[in-house]
């Protein structure tokens, strides 16, 4: 088991920066491989950014490559969002998520453990 929980979301213009944290405890971290999600009312959770145990794979949504980066750090059990060049659309309840596997994946369903989310509002 391990327990998630992010933080470092609020309000930012659009051009703006944001850095999400997700510090996890519980089981070893560096055995999970992370990935982060986000979602708007109404709508399924989407993939954001992911990254493997050892962090020498990430992979992006799209919407996402150039202006958000993930990055870890096993030695403080926290994996991070960069988020850069915010816009409108990005707005929406970040998540971050675990998986007992080496690689990261877009699908949900490929992670055992949830964060409690935390709320990104880009103003245009």
């Known amino acids: 088991q391990v327990q998630l929980v992010e933080s470092g979301g609020g309000l930012v213009q659009a051009g703006g920066s944001l850095r999400l944290s997700c510090v996890a405890s519980?089981?070893?971290?560096?055995?999970?491989?992370m990935g982060w999600f986000r979602q708007t009312p109404g709508m399924e959770r989407v993939f954001v950014a992911g990254?493997?145990?050892?962090?020498?794979?990430?992979a992006y949504a799209d919407s996402v490559k150039g202006r958000f980066t993930i990055s870890r750090d096993n030695a403080r059990n926290t994996v991070s969002l960069q988020m850069n060049s915010l816009k409108p659309e990005d707005a929406a309840v970040y998540y971050c998520?675990?998986?007992?596997?080496?690689?990261?994946?877009?699908?949900?369903?490929?992670?055992?453990?949830w964060g409690q989310g935390t709320q990104v509002t880009v103003s245009s």
């Open positions: 998520a675990a998986a007992d596997k080496f690689y990261s994946s877009t699908n949900a369903r490929w992670y055992e453990f």
């Open positions: 990254i493997s145990r050892s962090g020498s794979g990430t």
């Open positions: 519980g089981r070893t971290f560096s055995s999970y491989s």
